[in-house]
């Protein structure tokens, strides 16, 4: 069997996604626009920051990462509009 990815950050990390009652989306995101604010590649960036999701967010560091890129793409997506 099988182990069933998610390609919605909604449904791996739902209460990450509430920023009332979870404070990791935006901790994660400051960090990584930080790290690439001094330099890092978005690879590098997204690498370094995935961890602090994880410590609050228990979970394979696959399912982690995707959330993050999840989060940077939709960060993105805003600011050019």
């Known amino acids: 069997m099988g182990e069933v990815v998610s390609n919605s950050c909604f449904e791996v ?4 996604e509430e920023p009332e009652r979870c404070k990791c989306k935006g901790i994660v995101l400051n960090a990584y626009n ?3 604010a001094d330099g890092l590649s978005e690879y590098q960036a997204i690498k370094t ?3 602090v ?3 609050h967010h228990p979970s394979p560091f696959l399912e982690a990462r995707n959330v993050v890129e999840c989060w940077v793409f939709e960060q993105s997506q ?4």
């Open 13 to 16: 990390f739902d209460k990450a």
């Open 34 to 36: 930080n790290l690439r």
């Open 49 to 51: 920051v995935v961890p």
């Open 53 to 55: 999701l994880q410590y």
């Open 78 to 81: 805003s600011a050019a509009h």
